[in-house]
């Protein structure tokens, strides 16, 4: 028989104003096997906590049940205080009273007596109650970062900086990201290359920072702490270590016809390339879909002029097997396609451009060498409409239902830059609303509309059409002056939502990472654990959690560094012990709990038992791995035998808080 | 309920189209092949409709200038479909006219030798009450 002490705790008013709290203490002081009872205004204050270990130690208690808040919020904080006065913390069990009875009710009686009901499946639960010892772990004191944008980056740099080892996968052959494609950053408008390529030097000398480019996941096992990741290294044709990026077999290159994507279709590149002149590492890859050597077996220049001797036509993809603690997802964005918004004639006229095309065509390494020109005949706009929330916060299914967030800072941008360089460039800018909370922002939108003279009119465009004269129709409304106005214009620039990177979605089920329906990646806590997914060890950063600009996504790297080092600081890890076991006598080898497990903690083993007639059978039986088990208790549910049970919450327990309530 | 809140429930039902979900972007206004032609916009029946001021629809040629070409129903971001209020507006205005009213001293000189008897009795049974 247990000897249980029970506590009930006033929260202040919260509890105590709903539910008579020394009413609860003395109905549940007569429960069997309880030895004390009493209540407390704070009890998880010092002089309440205090409270607790002279109770343990003065009557010797085996097993307590704390009535207060949930226990995501104080079952840690009590578990520790059991243990401090030498009792087992897994014998330490909370009834919700606050949550889930004083704060939803209103009629004091009714409140009272639900308070004492829910004491009561405690106090049965804890009856059932066994000490249970936390296994440790040790830690691999190395990161993985996913994506090797600016969130990348940073979050790799952070943590590298703490002394840790950090390795970056990056899926294109160079790292960068989409910052590196962008002209200014607003709102202080310095240029994006000479603030980020300083950032990816760092990188590439760092002695902590290993680079994977042309690389991707491809499986991922284990758990917090230790991580078992398989990475593809895609062949690229080229030997990384021997290539010096001098870039002579990216001139001469007879396949000169590959649409260039880091311009984003809008030039060519040859077969062989380097993305752009900064790119980290400086090493060419060969583009094996339009490779003239690798198709036909016919040309090999690259390989007759390469000083270096780095070309490799028989190169294969490799598989890299190592060992992480932790795991930073920056797996970044994309701008949506416009297949779903036929009205913009995106498809039709070349001179309707989205705003990351925009931003190579006003780069100075973009095609056009930064000069503002039209993509169908290289002459200067004279009239430019800028159209925004092209697909965002769309429910019609056409877009995206959220806000990007990004785009009315950026055509604000757009905006005063072409009216600073082309004075002679009248400006319209459409929206629904402009938003721009964040620092300086709001006096950049209103410089571009006083200083600039950037005509902003609120209402949508309907529609744009390509006329015979080769300007754009723009069709839209003015809602404040009430009118429909036809504009000719020489280009129209979208301001186009922006979607997680389709990566995304398969990665977060090899990490069983949840995410929300638009494949964001889910915070742990939308306030307080913003940088954490709900799965330990795995770390967001950047827009593969929400849309945001570049100096949020650097703060939230820098936060995600933050977690991952206090992770990897730590020498072992303290295993959740409330875990499943199978019972083997029990087991008769289904599989169904191996197929229902997240984890993948559950295997089968063949092993000898010894049955009643000195004979002996070999059974094929379950063995859950309590480092990788979780304890959601899919397998307890699954199992048909009732061999698998759950540690801390085992079938029984449950069972007995249940009769307790419905006695 | 007053008559003009009886009158927007009545709008919305028939319509069948969620006013409050009009984001007020103006992009129905903006894809309108008639804009020019009407006195109240595609984006203004919405929110007419939202605060109940019905009427000034009813007298409006808008309902008449529509086309039913559906372009503000698709192009919507936010799934509104203003085409279907004006359609509501429009039926409202054909359903008022069963309010003209028969009176017996009217008959006469209503009837001419081809109409059937029947017809009298029964557009004097609907249209008396």
Redesign the interface.
């Given at each position: 028989m247990q000897k249980i002490g029970v506590f009930v705790c006033w929260c202040g008013s919260n509890i105590a104003a709903t539910v008579d709290v020394s009413a609860v203490s003395e109905a549940l002081s007569h429960e069997p096997g309880v030895v004390y009872a009493t209540n407390y205004q704070y009890m998880c204050s010092e002089a309440g906590q205090n409270t607790i270990k002279d109770a343990i130690k003065k009557y010797g208690l085996t097993g307590i049940v704390i009535c207060s808040c949930s226990p995501r919020m104080h079952e840690a904080t009590f578990r520790k205080t059991a243990a401090a006065a030498g009792l087992n913390p897994y014998m330490v069990e909370i009834a919700n009273i606050r949550e889930q009875c004083s704060w939803i009710h209103k009629d004091m009686a009714t409140a009272t007596e639900k308070a004492i009901i829910l004491g009561k499946a405690a106090i049965a639960k804890v009856h059932l109650n066994a000490p249970l010892t936390a296994s440790q772990s040790p830690v691999v004191k190395r990161a993985l970062v996913i994506g090797g944008g600016i969130a990348g980056i940073q979050t790799a740099l952070d943590i590298a900086d703490a002394g840790f080892e950090v390795d970056i996968v990056e899926k294109s052959p160079t790292i960068g990201g989409k910052m590196s494609q962008l002209d200014k950053t607003f709102p202080t408008l310095d240029c994006a290359a000479c603030i980020l390529t300083p950032k990816m030097v760092d990188v590439a000398q760092h002695e902590k920072i290993k680079i994977y480019s042309y690389s991707e996941v491809e499986a991922v096992k284990g758990f917090v702490g230790n991580f078992e990741v398989t990475i593809r290294k895609k062949a690229r044709y080229v030997n990384e270590n021997v290539c010096t990026g001098c870039g002579l077999c990216t001139e001469k290159c007879p396949q000169k016809n590959v649409p260039n994507e880091f311009n984003l279709g809008m030039d060519k590149r040859r077969a062989i390339y380097i993305p752009f002149a900064q790119a980290v590492p400086k090493v060419a890859t060969i583009d094996a879909n339009y490779c003239m050597k690798l198709k036909t077996g016919k040309c090999g220049l690259c390989e007759k002029i390469c000083t270096a001797g780095a070309i490799d036509y028989s190169q294969k993809d490799q598989l890299i097997e190592q060992k992480y603690g932790a795991i930073v997802v920056a797996t970044g964005f994309n701008p949506i396609k416009l297949d779903n918004f036929e009205e913009y004639s995106y498809s039709q006229s070349p001179d309707v451009v989205t705003s990351l095309e925009f931003e190579r065509i006003t780069n100075a390494a973009g095609p056009t060498s930064g000069q503002l020109l039209r993509p169908s005949d290289g002459k200067h706009p004279h009239t430019i409409v800028f159209v925004q929330c092209v697909g965002s916060r769309d429910t019609s299914g056409c877009g995206k239902p959220y806000c990007s967030k990004i785009c009315c800072m950026y055509t604000a941008k757009h905006a005063m830059l072409t009216r600073e360089k082309y004075p002679d460039t009248d400006v319209y800018v459409f929206y629904i609303d402009v938003r721009t909370p964040g620092k300086n922002f709001d006096e950049f939108y209103r410089r571009a509309a006083e200083e600039y003279g950037v005509h902003y009119i609120k209402g949508m465009v309907g529609k744009v059409a390509p006329k015979a004269d080769g300007k754009l129709m723009v069709q839209a409304s003015d809602l404040i002056s009430n009118e429909q106005l036809h504009i000719d214009a020489d280009m129209v620039v979208l301001a186009t939502a922006i979607e997680p990177d389709k990566s995304a979605r398969p990665l977060a089920t090899m990490l069983t990472a949840s995410m929300d329906t638009n494949d964001f990646f889910t915070e742990a806590h939308p306030k307080l654990r913003p940088v954490e997914s709900p799965t330990a060890g795995i770390f967001l950063s950047g827009t593969c959690q929400g849309p945001k600009d570049i100096p949020e996504t650097v703060s939230q790297a820098g936060a995600a560094a933050a977690k991952v080092i206090g992770l990897l600081a730590k020498d072992t890890l303290t295993a959740n012990p409330c875990v499943a076991h199978s019972d083997e006598m029990m087991c008769n080898g289904c599989s169904s709990c191996e197929k229902v497990c997240p984890y993948g903690a559950i295997t089968y083993v063949d092993k000898e038992f010894r049955m009643p007639d000195r004979t002996v059978a070999i059974r094929r039986v379950a063995v859950v791995n309590e480092a990788v088990c979780q304890g959601c208790g899919a397998c307890t549910v699954a199992c048909p035998s009732g061999a698998m049970d759950l540690k801390g919450f085992s079938n029984s327990q449950i069972m007995a808080e249940v009769d307790a309530i419905c006695k | 309920m007053d008559n003009k809140e009886k009158q927007k429930e009545r709008i919305l039902r028939v319509s069948g189209v969620n006013v409050l979900?009009c984001?007020?972007?103006?992009?129905?206004?903006?894809?309108?092949p008639s804009?020019?032609e009407m006195d109240y916009?595609p984006?203004?029946f919405v929110y007419m409709v939202e605060k109940g001021e019905i009427e000034p629809l009813l007298k409006s040629k808008s309902i008449y200038k529509c086309l039913s070409c559906f372009?503000c129903v698709e192009?919507?971001?936010?799934?509104v479909e203003p085409a279907k209020i004006v359609e509501a507006i429009r039926l409202e205005v054909i359903r008022k006219q069963g309010e003209n009213h028969l009176k017996p001293n009217q008959i006469p000189q209503l009837l001419d030798e081809d109409l059937p008897q029947q017809a009298i009795v029964s557009a004097f049974r609907k249209y008396s009450k």
């Open positions: - | 979900k984001m007020k972007c103006g992009k129905c206004s903006g894809t309108c804009y020019d916009h984006h203004q372009a192009r919507c971001p936010r799934g």
